[in-house]
């Protein structure tokens, strides 16, 4: 049953060029392009290098010229505001092409940043896609990080225009996002001229003469503007995410590469065509919602919906599946995570009497492994596929996945399927070697990556090939480790650096342990994810204090906490710190982060050979112990 994807696959791998160019030919391009697949300058792989294309107008502007002026685009539905309304594609262009017009009028470029810091409202796509229609470059930073996050981000892209909102609405109430953006400011050392805002009827922002702008106002005068020509190579958008320092990593996609591998994934993985309704339960401040909010199924000329609320509380776990059932949302994706919020609050799936699903093909998951237990319980709650699928944010798009609308194969959970026609997925060890069937190792993928994935980090290309290529010559290096089993099925388990994944979101350790040696009291620290139930993991900090520290360990936990939510944001969801007085380390000096996480989670670990004092284990087990983790013995 796998033999069809299977053929696809190695079309895609033996004949790349042929493959895409094939899939190439769903796009309007301006200006066609030279050559497919372009090596000059490997490992720096190019798509249709020499083409150009908008995709603005690939993803608004064509599909009015087809007819589709009334279908609706974008279908915003905000549980937490009590709206919610259908934007058609008349409708998108009009916005789309003002908001582009006015950015133009004040300067906005080809090539220039523009960063978005919004929530999730109609108006953060229109940013997105004023700036894919000048060429501009857009950087969404999500709504959950803080100033100095921001800043930094700011910093990095150095952007000549930021769009931003009055506030977002969380279930906790109205966050106001404004004084945020004015102390990212005032900690970055690039300075805006130009900031957008948009006044929410929740909150009213404070402006600040001679920088920021209305939005109403700029609108009321701006022109129309047409869609510039974009080279295919051009980027689109830089995406920071989280590595193992830090400093984030400004993930630069194209615009060629990413216009294609989308809208093929749009069918042959999600299944969605021109006329369907397609929902991602995301935010366009992760990749998820770049992709699948805002450019795939707006490239094919399908509905979406953009979500502004939570799988619970908002007001209640059946909320889902009521979107789904009164916007006849033909394919769905969420997170595990919400699924075992969901879980947790409606065991039985009471939320789901009465409700008619009969337009729901799938529902695809992704963001974090999946457990069998969550896939299971939404299998038989909905009686529909529901699909793990496996990708990051310098992918774009899945790396292994169920082909949905060409050749689905088997479920078999715990796994995300086959690889996707395009990416050459092998596990080696530690040397590089393959590994047999059904062991673990380091997944990689053979050089080149298809098109929409990564084309270097932003203004960083010897980090990028330092973080991705240098590990193993030829190969990218995913990040992941897992294996894969006789038939091809990838399995992937845990992260092979100090990347943690919180409830969908990717949070660095190392940014975490920065933040907490900030504090007077700190000396050193160390942050692990460790195993929860609903988030998939949460953070847990130790820190090893300075001599002298008068705090009692309850105001200590307690500034720490604070710390790291103004430092990072709530986003990083960091509860739990305890201080021991010697971490656990290598004879050179390195942190046992992996030994640790592994007492937190009570997994069996062999001592390590290397370690500097055995007894410090112990010691950390004590402080795990005292947040509720690692209750057996060492
Ligand atoms: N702007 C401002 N604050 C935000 C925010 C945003 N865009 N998004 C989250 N936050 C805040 C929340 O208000 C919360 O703050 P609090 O500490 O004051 O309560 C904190 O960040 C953590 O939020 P969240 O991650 O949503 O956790 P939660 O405990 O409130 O809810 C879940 C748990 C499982 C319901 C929630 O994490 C969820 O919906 N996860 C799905 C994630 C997802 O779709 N990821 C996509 C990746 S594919
Ligand atoms: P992000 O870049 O934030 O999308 O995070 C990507 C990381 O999340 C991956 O490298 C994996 O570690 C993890 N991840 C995403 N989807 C899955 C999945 N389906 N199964 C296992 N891990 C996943």
Redesign the pocket.
């Known amino acids: 049953m796998t033999a069809l994807h299977k053929q696809l696959h190695k079309q895609s791998i033996e004949n790349p060029n042929a493959f895409w160019a094939e899939a190439a030919k769903s796009l309007v391009w301006d200006k066609p392009f030279d050559s497919v697949l372009d090596d000059q300058h490997a490992p720096m792989y190019r798509w249709f290098s020499g083409g150009e294309l908008n995709t603005c107008y690939n993803a608004v502007d064509r599909h009015i010229e087809a007819g589709r002026g009334e279908q609706i685009a974008l279908q915003y539905v905000s549980p937490v505001t009590d709206t919610q309304y259908g934007i058609t594609y008349n409708e998108l262009l009009a916005q789309v092409s003002r908001l582009a017009g006015y950015m133009a009028s004040q300067g906005v470029e080809k090539g220039d940043r523009v960063v978005i810091y919004m929530p999730m409202i109609p108006e953060t796509a229109y940013a997105m896609l004023a700036c894919a229609r000048l060429g501009a470059i857009h950087s969404v930073v999500f709504g959950g990080f803080a100033a100095n996050e921001l800043a930094t981000r700011i910093d990095d892209a150095k952007p000549k225009m930021i769009l931003s909102a009055s506030c977002g609405i969380e279930p906790s109430g109205v966050v106001p996002y404004k004084p945020l953006l004015d102390e990212a400011l005032r900690q970055a050392k690039h300075q805006v001229s130009s900031c957008l805002i948009l006044n929410r009827p929740q909150l009213d922002a404070e402006l600040q003469s001679g920088r920021d702008v209305d939005w109403q106002s700029a609108m009321a005068g701006a022109p129309n503007i047409a869609c510039q020509q974009v080279a295919a190579t051009d980027p689109l958008y830089v995406l920071y995410?989280?590595g193992t320092t830090g400093q984030p990593k400004g993930v630069v996609r194209d615009n060629g590469g990413h216009a294609v591998a989308l809208s093929w994934s749009m069918k042959h993985i999600y299944n969605i065509e021109a006329g369907d309704v397609f929902w991602a339960a995301s935010d366009v401040g992760?990749?998820?919602g770049h992709s699948y909010i805002v450019y795939g199924p707006l490239l094919v000329g399908a509905t979406t919906v953009l979500f502004e609320g939570k799988p619970v509380g908002t007001p209640d776990p059946g909320t889902f599946w009521r979107i789904i059932a009164e916007h006849k949302v033909k394919s769905f994706f969420t997170a595990p995570t919400a699924i075992r919020a969901i879980k947790r609050d409606d065991p039985d799936g009471e939320y789901l009497n009465g409700v008619d699903l009969s337009h729901l093909g799938t529902v695809f998951?992704?963001?974090?492994?999946?457990d069998p237990d969550t896939l299971h319980w939404a299998e038989q709650k909905l009686n529909k596929p529901v699909i793990?699928?496996?990708?990051?944010?310098?992918t774009g798009w899945p790396v292994a996945a169920n082909l949905m609308g060409v050749a689905p194969v088997p479920v078999k959970a715990g796994s995300?399927a086959l690889a996707v026609p395009g990416y050459n997925v092998q596990v080696v060890d530690e040397m590089g070697k393959s590994v047999a069937a059904n062991q673990t190792g380091n997944v990689v993928i053979k050089l080149p990556l298809p098109p929409g994935t990564l084309t270097t980090l932003w203004q960083n290309e010897a980090r990028y090939k330092d973080s991705y290529l240098s590990m193993y010559p030829g190969f990218y290096l995913?990040?992941?480790a897992g294996y894969m089993d006789e038939e091809g099925y990838l399995y992937?388990m845990?992260?092979i650096d100090d990347?943690i994944?919180v409830a969908?979101?990717?949070l660095s350790t190392g940014r975490f342990e920065e933040v907490l040696c900030q504090h007077e009291a700190v000396a050193e620290a160390a942050v692990i994810g460790a195993a929860d139930k609903l988030k998939g993991q949460v953070p847990l900090g130790l820190v090893v204090l300075k001599k002298g520290c008068t705090l009692t360990d309850e105001q200590l936990y307690k500034e720490l906490i604070a710390l790291v939510r103004e430092q990072i944001g709530p986003v990083a969801a960091f509860r739990l710190v305890s201080a021991v007085p010697k971490l656990p380390k290598t004879r050179s000096g390195k942190i046992l982060r992996g030994t640790m996480r592994k007492i937190a989670d009570n997994q069996t670990f062999n001592m390590p050979a290397t370690i500097e004092d055995p007894q410090t284990l112990e010691l950390v087990r004590n402080a795990l112990t005292r947040m509720g983790y690692a209750d057996a013995h060492v």
Do not use: K
């Not at 998951?365 to 999946?370: K, Y």
């Not at 793990?388 to 310098?394: F, L, P, S």
């Open positions: 995410t989280s992760w990749v998820v998951l992704a963001g974090e492994r999946c793990d699928h496996w990708w990051q944010t310098e995300p995913t990040g992941d992937i845990s992260r990347v994944n969908g979101h990717r």
